[in-house]
């Protein structure tokens, strides 16, 4: 699978989890540099508290277009260390 956003493959692996309709990406596998810490986070009952980090492609921004769960709770194991798209990026 792979994601894009403005043109750019920002990830792409054979290596995907799915989780709730989302394919979760390891972090390995996201291109250098697209990304910039967020300090955006918000709750989910099971997964725990998800994190952010916005995308640069060719000077524009999408704030808060990737996520990832640093510490997922126990039922939500399989997607430590891997980040998901919305906003707008195209997983295929």
């Known amino acids: 699978m ?7 493959v920002i990830a792409e692996s054979n290596d995907i989890v799915t ?19 967020s300090q955006h986070t918000s709750a989910c009952p099971w ?12 000077g524009k921004t999408n704030e808060n277009a ?5 510490e997922p709770k126990d039922a939500a194991k399989q997607i430590k260390g891997r980040l998901a ?8």
Do not use: C, I
């Not at 792979?2 to 043109?7: D, L, M, P, V």
């Not at 979760?24 to 990304?35: E, K, N």
């Open 19 to 37: 989780v709730e309709g989302n394919a979760y990406f390891p972090a390995a596998a996201l291109a250098p540099g697209v990304t910039t810490p």
């Open 47 to 58: 997964k725990g508290t998800a994190n952010y980090y916005s995308l640069t492609v060719d």
């Open 2 to 8: 792979k994601a894009e956003w403005n043109g750019k």
């Open 85 to 92: 798209f919305w906003k707008g990026v195209k997983v295929s």
């Open 66 to 70: 990737v996520w990832y769960y640093a």
